[in-house]
């Protein structure tokens, strides 16, 4: 027979989940307060296990700094590896670095390279984050949370739920085997329409990734429409 909590004990399971609740709140209203003002910006991904000195850790340092020096701060997961460097490459131009930590059993530690830095313990609330102030989303070669990531922007897209902001994938020789699988099995099976793989660009200079962005929006500005702004609200 399933036992009955008491009175007692209810009621302190109430209270706990209420609390849990409130600092669920405070890590939202503590990422509006620090991030409203920072658009346009650009969330970086990629992988925590890579090392300062190695090709991909430079070429985002390069990508970010020069991002930076245009005028877009830049986002990102505030740990090692591709996080530190796209901090890093930003901390060192003209934009803010910001870095949006969560705290990981493994892996995660913050980098210096942060002028604004935010600490999440929930994922959800972070990944939030990362949509909601986003003016573009550039994937560098990472693993699963790299993946996360990319299905979480590409669906809010798809979903007209967000709104349309570049998604650009660096690194072909990485990514262009899962575009072919996308493109043979989602699409080949109907699982999602031809111009759903229009959203995802494979750029792998610098120079042409800051070009992409300025492209997307040189008819309509960076400043989110009013209709943009109310899907926002949901996200």
């Not at 995660?108 to 003016?135: C, D, L, P, W």
């Not at 899962?178 to 989602?186: V, Y």
């Amino acid at each position: 027979m399933r036992s009955i909590p008491s009175p007692e004990r209810s009621t302190s399971l109430k209270a706990r989940e209420s609390w849990h609740i409130f600092g669920i709140i405070s890590e939202f209203v503590e990422a509006t307060e620090k991030l409203a003002e920072i658009r346009p910006a650009v969330s970086i991904f990629g992988s925590a296990r890579i090392r300062a000195g190695h090709p991909l850790y430079d070429k985002t340092v390069t990508i970010s700094r020069m991002l930076s020096d245009c005028g877009f701060a830049v986002l990102s997961g505030g740990g090692p590896g591709i996080m530190e460097a796209a901090n890093k490459g930003a901390y060192e131009g003209k934009a803010p670095s910001v870095g949006l930590n969560i705290q990981l059993p493994m892996e995660q530690s913050g980098n210096e390279f942060q002028n604004i830095s935010i600490t999440f313990r929930h994922f959800f609330a972070r990944k939030v984050a990362f949509a909601k102030y986003a003016t573009a989303f550039i994937g560098m070669p990472g693993g699963f949370g790299t993946l996360d990531e990319l299905a979480e922007v590409l669906t809010l897209i798809q979903t007209r739920m967000g709104r349309q902001i570049p998604v650009i994938l660096v690194e072909s020789d990485f990514w262009k085997g899962l575009i072919a699988w996308m493109r043979k099995s989602m699409l080949g099976h109907g699982m999602i329409s031809p111009e759903d793989l229009d959203l995802i660009q494979l750029i792998d200079d610098p120079a042409k990734i800051v070009d992409a962005i300025f492209d997307f929006y040189q008819t309509r500005g960076f400043v989110p429409t009013q209709q943009e702004r109310e899907k926002m609200l949901y996200l």
